[in-house]
């Protein structure tokens, strides 16, 4: 949990864990299954934030769009070429999925770098049900599209006996499963790991008077760097839903 | 005669249009490409640890049911590190093919040059 970085003399009291902590919006007491929490207030505002972009800011459906129409047209064509690009036009029958996908992880993202806010990608909870969602949907498309020949995707036929091929058949299967977990544990790492840079760069702020300008340096050039792993980080989850499209569409390597 | 013509001004705005994009190929920050690039890496490593953690897992949990304890451990525990290894290769394929998130990491904007020239 908390990670304590007392240091002697410096007075340097850090807690670099104490933001994901979930708490409830009313109120004291235990956190239920149904109970308010910052997590559920900063999803709804994402939610809110994609809806505000998407729906109200393309409404103008002008010729000459506004700031808000461009934006909203430059997010939308350029997430569906990528679909295009790596599931090919049969994927983009799924296209609005990921583009849900994809502004759901940018707007928590992005609206995560707002001081005192909560990160709720950096949740291996939230992420993890991202993931999961997209490996069910993805292994229901597959047996959909191609019935019991999906099973073919672990079955390797170019392996000289059969015996080989079991083995292999395992490996494949093993390796299916890894897929989800690394894409979920790689989100929430990425996201938690700058939040905790951030608030222990603050707290060396805190502690060195005068000085405290170099850390405050820091956390401007680590804020950067944050806003462009926020992006690239939802792009990535997007792009690798489309590869394992992909693969469910196709699964004849 | 006016056919020709007519494809002959296409293809020469073709080629200028070809020149022009090829011109506009934006410099991929050098920032960028490195946070791509380590991206790519961590992204490996995560597939070999969460491989090996999941045989491992699986191999603990058939060795609670049957109660053979370190028969599947072992087995599984080789099998995830495959797979991990299998998957991390697959990585790695993207990024040779430029496919997927390895097009990311490719850095050289001259090599994009090149690439779309003969794409065309």
């Not at chain 1, 170099?214 to 804020?223: F, K, Q, T």
């Amino acid at each position: 949990m908390a990670v304590d970085g007392e240091i002697e003399g410096g007075g340097i009291n850090i807690h670099p864990m104490d933001q994901f902590m979930l708490e409830p919006l009313f109120g004291e007491g235990p956190v239920h299954w149904y109970t308010l929490t910052n997590a559920t207030l900063w999803m709804a505002l994402t939610v809110i934030a994609a809806s505000l972009l998407m729906v109200v800011g393309a409404r103008g459906r002008a010729l000459i769009p506004s700031r808000a129409q461009s934006a909203a047209e430059m997010t939308y064509g350029f997430t569906r070429k990528m679909v295009a690009d790596v599931a090919g036009r049969e994927g983009l029958k799924y296209f609005p999925y990921i583009l849900t996908l994809f502004l759901f992880i940018l707007f928590a993202n992005l609206l995560a770098l707002i001081p005192a806010s909560f990160a709720p990608t950096s949740h291996i909870a939230v992420t993890g049900i991202l993931a999961l969602a997209v490996f069910v949907s993805v292994t229901a498309i597959g047996f959909a599209k191609h019935g019991l020949g999906f099973l073919k995707l672990f079955w390797v036929s170019s392996a000289p006996t059969v015996a080989l091929r079991i083995v292999l058949a395992v490996i494949e299967l093993i390796s299916y499963f890894v897929r989800p977990l690394s894409h979920s544990v790689r989100l929430a790492g990425n996201m938690m790991a700058g939040h905790a840079v951030f608030k222990v760069f603050a707290g060396f702020a805190g502690a060195l008077g005068v000085g405290a300008i170099l850390p405050i340096l820091g956390i401007v050039a680590i804020y950067g760097l944050e806003v462009m792993v926020a992006v690239i980080q939802a792009y990535v989850f997007a792009i690798l839903t489309c590869v394992y499209l992909n693969d469910a569409l196709h699964p004849g390597h | 005669m006016d056919n020709k013509d007519f494809a002959d001004r296409l293809k020469r705005l073709e080629d200028r249009l070809g020149a022009a994009t090829a011109a506009r190929v934006e410099r991929v920050s050098p920032g960028r490409s490195k946070y791509t690039q380590s991206s790519l890496a961590w992204r490996m490593v995560i597939e070999l640890v969460v491989g090996m953690a999941l045989g491992l897992g699986i191999g603990l949990g058939l060795d609670a049911l049957v109660g053979t304890r370190p028969l599947f451990l072992v087995v599984f525990a080789l099998l995830g590190f495959a797979a991990g290894v299998r998957t991390m290769m697959r990585t790695a394929s993207e990024v040779r093919q430029g496919r997927a998130e390895g097009a990311l990491a490719r850095t050289s904007p001259n090599d994009e040059a090149a690439r779309g020239r003969n794409g065309d």
